[in-house]
């Protein structure tokens, strides 16, 4: 069982995935702005079933799945909501796309740790800088910036090749057009 603080913790760091499943579930947005204060609501009274910290996100969808499809159900004359066979779908394509995104993004951070020295900071002068102005970054490397331009891409591809086969050992469709 988790403590009070652990849930808010849990429940800030994930607020925003549940507020996006959420939007997927229900045509108005403050509806789905609805369920998620209400599926919260209802996790706060449910918080001694929660039993560890990596169950919380299954456990907080079905609350949101839930809280939506019974708002459905009770919205049920406005021609405007969804059905409730078509929240399930779009609940379980939602539940996906986010472990997708979630591997995704474990799946770039080892690949990014897997980067040469050089070919690292490269990508962590780009991505993180004020500006991401490569005349810039070459500057500060001391180097030409048509070459970074090359290495860039370079790059760029085998982060997409790793992160590519890291997907596809831990079973991801890796078939998938690219984002």
């Known amino acids: ?22 939007f997927t579930l229900m045509p108005c947005p403050a509806d ?3 369920v998620v204060q209400d599926a919260c609501v209802a996790m706060w009274q449910r918080i001694g079933d929660l039993e560890s910290a990596e169950s919380f996100r299954p456990w907080a969808y079905s609350f949101i799945r839930f809280t939506a499809l019974n708002r459905i159900r009770k919205l049920k004359r406005s021609p405007l909501q969804f059905c409730g066979e078509l929240v399930e779908i779009l609940a379980e394509e939602g539940r996906a796309e986010a ?13 990014l740790e897997k980067l040469p020295e050089v ?3 490269i990508i962590r002068r780009y ?11 070459a500057d500060a490397l001391s180097r030409n ?6 290495s860039l891409e370079r790059t760029r591809e085998l ?18 057009e690219d984002r």
């Not at 472990?99 to 690949?111: D, Q, T, Y």
């Not at 991505?127 to 970054?137: F, L």
């Open 1 to 22: 069982m988790i403590s009070e603080e652990q849930f808010i913790r849990l429940f800030v760091s994930h607020e925003g995935e549940l507020r996006a499943f959420a």
């Open 32 to 34: 789905a702005e609805d």
């Open 99 to 111: 472990e997708r995104a979630n591997a995704e993004m474990r799946a770039l951070s080892a690949c």
């Open 119 to 121: 070919q690292g900071e």
């Open 127 to 137: 991505y993180t800088s004020a500006t991401t102005r490569m005349a810039d970054v």
């Open 145 to 150: 910036a048509a070459g970074l331009y090359k």
């Open 159 to 176: 982060l997409k090749l790793c992160i590519s086969r890291t997907l596809a050992e831990q079973g991801f469709d890796t078939a998938r």
